[in-house]
């Protein structure tokens, strides 16, 4: 019952950042949209899956889904961030700090 | 409790879906797919809390590990489009 319930929250998060995803208007805002579905919303999915299973392997599972997805998904959006950033730069109006700190130039 | 999570999910994979087809950059894309992943997460692990059957559960460890290493992988691409 309560992992359902728990289930449920994760999966209004994660509707609540595709709506995110589909209304903001430039690629920054929509990667920062979506990292709350990325950790929050699936986080709480995973937790709804562990308080209902009882088989210590499938809490291992489900343990080690959470820790390699926390580990390994906020380096790769970084990644992405950093390499649209490189390319294509910031949107209009946006203020450029680490222009400025490094003296002009990406 | 179960078939609601499953349409929240159904309606928010159409949400990414939409971010995909109309994306203008590539990391528009990449996020839309971020999120298709995690929809695909959510909808085993929603199954497997309402069975109470984990026989799907080491899917779920594969597509934590390689939906971040193809994010990584895409990123670098971008990366080397750089003029």
Known sequence: MIGELLALVGAVLILLS????????????????????????????????????????DLTSVMLAAVVHLLASPPASNMVSRATYLTEGLPEGAIDEHAELSGGGR | MTPATFVILAIAAMLFMVRLCIGPTLA????????????????????????????????????????????????????????
Do not use: C, W, Y
């Open chain 1, 18 to 57: 595709a709506v995110g995803v589909v209304r903001f208007d430039d690629v920054f805002a929509r990667m920062h949209a979506l990292a709350k579905a990325s950790t929050l919303g699936i986080l709480l999915i995973l937790v709804g899956a562990a308080v209902n299973l009882r088989n210590l392997n």
């Open chain 2, 28 to 83: 528009d894309r990449v996020a839309a797919l971020n999120g298709l992943v995690l929809v695909g997460m959510g909808a085993i692990a929603t199954q497997a809390a309402h069975t109470a059957v984990g026989s799907f559960l080491p899917t779920l460890v594969a597509i934590a590990l390689v939906g971040p290493i193809g994010n990584g992988m895409i990123a670098r691409f971008i990366e080397s489009r750089r003029s």
